[in-house]
């Protein structure tokens, strides 16, 4: 499926970002607004470079870890799929 690149303009921590993206325009705006309410969360009154850096780093960790939740959830239910389309199979021989 061949895709064409856009560019979306998204704001986080009340700063604006240009990006070109091939992804769809509406994934990536919602993307963008789950990490500003990440950092907003972390953040707070934050403003020092290396206070920010560090809460970044948390937030990315935290998106880190919901990814990983989600595949393991996914593995779950592919291995569960394959189980129950076993027992079909014996069930319809």
């Not at 705006?29 to 290396?50: C, F, I, N």
């Not at 919901?66 to 959830?73: I, R």
């Not at 799929?81 to 014996?90: G, P, R, S």
């Amino acid at each position: 499926m061949i895709r064409n690149k856009k560019e979306l303009t998204i704001s986080i921590l009340g700063k604006s970002y240009s990006i070109v993206t091939d992804e769809d325009s509406q994934v990536i705006e919602d993307a963008a607004k789950y990490v500003d309410s990440l950092l907003k969360r972390m953040v707070g009154v934050t403003h020092s470079p290396a206070g920010v850096m560090k809460k970044t780093t948390f937030v990315a960790l935290q998106l880190a870890v919901d990814l990983l939740k989600k595949q393991q959830e996914l593995e779950s239910i592919g291995a569960k799929t394959t189980t129950l389309n076993d027992l079909l199979k014996e069930l319809l021989v």
